[in-house]
């Protein structure tokens, strides 16, 4: 019987464990799409406790611990630090076989050393254990970052963020590429009037114009793109429930602005199209400067609305949807690549349903002008787990190139979240090793170790242009 989370975790046999030890695991970290906090990145913060460092934002656990009976002041509420975490371990137990499990103790061994299984008895040790080392400079948000070899971080930012804390980074000589990345869901989001004109308000503030006509608006949102890219920003991003590609006209567009600037709600065909032009124009601005643009689609959101109202949204009321995806996903595409203005491209689907469409969908835009164009992406949040990880990488296999595919990411908002992309690797290896003592893949670990390799860091790297260019570690 093999011992809980040993060093042979996931992997089942000695070509994996090779491919592993000596190839996969000490390379380092790009993370190219997180929800970190840049300001804590900027003042170098020091979590107090395990609560703040792991519970404070995660609706991972969130979700696991209200499906455990948990009340809600234990979650987001008034419950002291301890009261939480206690809260977490006793929940703890009950995630066997859901990633949580495997993710919990595997940041309790890399961070702290600790492997100890967490549940409601050892909870005040290690509480007590892990927060006074958190409360150590050796512990700090930064160092953090340097104990995972992270290289790069690509944070999610609203067209209308200041950017200061990445400025100050910047500024401070920090080792770590922290950069942003444009996140302008808001800035689509006309379904809501009132909402959508509190967001013009907030962006000719930052942008520093008057917004009376659509040509207002666009020339207010370019400024901030723009502005990104001078701050470093190389990466766009889009939460979608689908890709909008509707049929327009720039009268209706603008048309449908007048409207919505005149506090009267719009109807469906009218936010369709105004939502199709400036995905549009967002593209078209990424490919201008040479970004890597990024849709992740398939979420159906805030879905208690009672909890919505109570909390607000990214709180752990999301679920996989059952949007149609392929037909306008392909409109969007082949009409930017029809216009030769196609920016290297990431798809993400969150209902695995779509996984054979968005492997296949992706070669229909790989034009040759550069190795892995168009990508799909790992998977993401709900697949964000073995199973899922591994039917998105046997589809890709089978489908397209998985020898050009950029990796993984953490999509997180914790810090200590990094040894996902070891769960990643592990799993990587295991499928390669597999394969290999199968018969199924030649016996050349020196190849098979570089393939492995780039997945882990060096597509990534070459990709995203971000210039963090390290030797391959062959042994």
């Known amino acids: 019987m093999k011992k809980f989370l040993d060093e042979n975790f996931l992997l089942q046999n000695k070509t994996s464990q090779r491919l592993y030890h000596d190839f996969a695991k000490e390379m380092p970290v790009i993370d190219y799409h997180c929800h970190q906090l840049p300001d804590q990145i900027a003042q170098d913060t020091n979590f107090d406790n395990l609560t703040q460092g792991w519970l404070y934002g995660d609706h991972y656990k969130w979700r696991a611990m209200r499906t455990n009976g948990v009340e809600e002041k234990y979650i987001t509420g008034t419950a002291g630090d301890f009261e939480k975490f206690e809260k977490w371990a006793e929940t703890v137990p009950f995630t066997v076989r859901n990633p949580l499990y495997h993710w919990t103790h595997l940041e309790l061994q890399r961070y702290f050393n600790v492997h100890d299984i967490l549940n409601g008895d050892s909870a005040r040790e290690i509480f007590e254990a892990c927060g006074e080392k958190l409360r150590t400079p050796e512990y700090s948000v930064r160092a953090l970052l340097r104990k995972m070899n992270v290289k790069v971080v690509c944070t999610t930012d609203d067209p209308t963020d200041s950017l200061e804390h990445h400025d100050k980074i910047r500024k401070d000589g920090f080792e770590i590429k922290i950069l942003p990345a444009f996140r302008p869901d808001k800035a689509m989001n006309v379904d809501d009037a009132p909402a959508f004109n509190s967001y013009i308000a907030k962006l000719e503030a930052v942008a520093g114009v008057s917004i009376s006509t659509y040509d207002d608006y666009l020339s207010a949102l370019k400024k901030r793109h723009d502005f990104f890219a001078s701050m470093g920003c190389t990466v766009s991003d889009h939460g979608l429930e689908h890709v909008y590609a509707e049929e327009y006209t720039d009268a209706e567009v603008r048309a449908a602005f007048d409207k919505i600037r005149s506090g009267n709600s719009l ?25 890597v643009q990024q849709y992740h689609l398939g979420a159906l959101r805030n879905n208690n609305s009672r909890m919505l109202s109570l909390l607000g949204p990214d709180t752990g009321w999301d679920s996989i949807g059952d949007f149609t995806q392929g037909r306008s996903l392909s409109k969007f595409l082949n009409r930017l690549d029809s216009e030769n203005q196609l920016a290297k491209t990431i798809l993400y689907n969150l209902n695995p349903r779509d996984n054979e469409l968005m492997a296949t969908m992706i070669g229909n835009y790989n034009d040759g002008s550069i190795a892995g164009k168009v990508q799909w992406g790992s998977g993401w949040w709900f697949l964000d787990q073995k199973d899922g990880m591994i039917k998105q990488i046997n589809t890709l296999s089978n489908m397209g190139l998985l020898g050009r595919f950029v990796g993984m990411l953490t999509d997180s908002r914790s810090f200590l979240s990094y040894p996902r992309h070891e769960y990643f690797r592990r799993i990587l290896c295991n499928l390669f090793g597999e394969d290999i003592e199968n018969g199924e893949l030649p016996d050349d670990i020196l190849w098979t170790g570089k393939i492995i390799q780039d997945i882990c860091y060096n597509n990534a790297n070459s990709y995203f242009n971000f210039n963090e260019i390290e030797p391959l570690i062959i042994k």
């Open 267 to 291: 109807k469906l065909e009218e936010i369709l199209k105004f939502k199709s032009a400036i995905l549009f124009q967002f593209a078209i601005w990424d490919w201008e400067k040479g970004w």
